[in-house]
């Protein structure tokens, strides 16, 4: 997990720059895809179109495994799954700091 030291001068640092360019700023307005990422599967072409409605594909990921954040396809993090309201959501227990992201 990163160091909370490290967080709060990563939050500190983007709220120096937040503040420079305002509230308004362009910069607030961009979005950004986020993923979840739940687990992967490998096959056969062949398999794959065999499908249909109602296939189950098995994922590499047990139930309570974190799962890997994303950012515009960027990992930033890991979490683990929560309901809020009948959707699925993710609670962060990892934030990376930028050392992990840039590896």
């Known amino acids: 997990m990163a160091d909370e030291g490290e967080n709060g001068?990563?939050?500190?640092?983007?709220?120096?720059?937040?503040?420079?360019?305002?509230?308004?700023?362009?910069v607030n307005k961009i979005s950004v895809d986020i993923t979840a990422v739940l687990g992967t599967a490998e096959?056969?072409?062949?398999?794959?179109?065999?499908?249909?409605?109602?296939?189950?594909?098995?994922?590499?990921?047990?139930?309570?495994?974190?799962?890997?954040v994303r950012c515009n396809?960027?990992?930033i993090g890991r979490g683990e799954i929560v309901v809020v309201d009948d959707h699925l959501a993710v609670s962060f227990?990892?934030?990376?700091?930028?050392?992990?992201?840039?590896?």
């Open 93 to 103: 227990t990892e934030i990376y700091n930028k050392s992990q992201i840039d590896d």
């Open 43 to 68: 096959m056969k072409v062949s398999n794959l179109l065999k499908i249909g409605r109602g296939a189950v594909i098995e994922l590499d990921r047990k139930v309570g495994d974190t799962v890997e």
């Open 73 to 75: 396809g960027m990992p």
């Open 9 to 26: 001068a990563l939050t500190a640092a983007a709220a120096k720059i937040i503040g420079k360019a305002g509230a308004n700023s362009a």
